[in-house]
């Protein structure tokens, strides 16, 4: 935990899990907030810690404490507030916990699917360039020494060899942009934020991204339910979390058929969030009261269909590399195994 940085997915699911606990037994938030400090290990946590302790001597609600110390998210902020007006502060502290606990598997699911091919394809590119570079004028020289030199695919492979070597300096700093852009790409907020927008329009992994997108929309408006947060106003909220442009297109038509006086799950179906079945569910859960409880079925479903879109991906991926790296090999070493062959066929 770093002051004035905000938290990762992880540290929010924790510091909800120990705050919640802790005030279900019966003890203040703020009390909580000492009890934490005291068994904390980092000293950065505990600075965090003592900074939101501060709201307790300016009297201030405890989302006013946590908001002031720019850790926290504008939804969990808005989150809590609405649990301490509604006196159920622990269970929207244990909500939250699970939100983001999912939120982190979401964004490790979402690195695994870029590092993976990123680091298959830096392995075939090193592979083939010290093939064509260090490999091929060994070829060279044997064909020198029978008489006779590379010819076809060969020569041009050879020649493209002394090219990639002659600029390896600048092949290496491009290998290294690419490196670092990756980095960015994971590291960083807004680097994941331009991730996301790719793999939500490239084809291999736009399934993958609108279930992913589905699952965080089911599954936030199942605790803004469970808070007692208002429709619209949830929705709203939402619409920034989801972080899918079509989604998002896609909630702007849901509040508008809201508006026009249709119920939520009309408004669901008819603006394409979710199919006929699902809001089936949800109308069978506003008549039941278990609203939260349909949306959190629902969040399990698509949590399972973008675990699956994630194994397909891996599987086409892996064998595909492969056969790539395979291919690109083969035709390298044949192209001058063969000529080889056939000039010690004529010696012979």
Known sequence: MTEHKMLSNKEIASFCSEAAMLIQAGITPYESMRVMCKSNKS????????????GDEQKLHFHKALAQVECFPPYVVNTIRLGEESGNLDNCLFALSDYYEKEDLIYESIKNATLYPFVMIMMMLAVIFVLITKVMPVF???????????SGIAAHL??????????SL???????????GMLFCVKTKRGQRALKKF???????????NAVACERFASSL????????DTYFSLDMIKSLVENDSLSRKIDECCNHLKTGSNLSESLNASGIFNNLFSEMIAVGIKS?????????IAKGYEKESDDSIRRIVSVLEPTLVIILSLIVGLILLSVILPLMSIMSNIG
């Open 43 to 54: 000293e950065s946590g505990r600075q965090i810690l003592n900074n939101i302790l501060k």
């Open 140 to 150: 060279e020289r044997v064909f020198n020494e029978l008489g006779s030199h590379m």
């Open 158 to 167: 050879l020649n493209l060899g002394r090219v990639m070597e002659k600029y």
């Open 170 to 180: 600048f092949l290496l700093i491009v290998l290294l942009i690419m490196l670092f």
């Open 199 to 209: 793999m939500a329009v490239f084809p291999l992994t736009k399934g993958f991204m």
């Open 222 to 229: 199942a605790l803004c339910l469970t808070s007692g947060m």
């Open 289 to 297: 009261g278990k609203t939260d409880m349909v949306l959190t079925k």
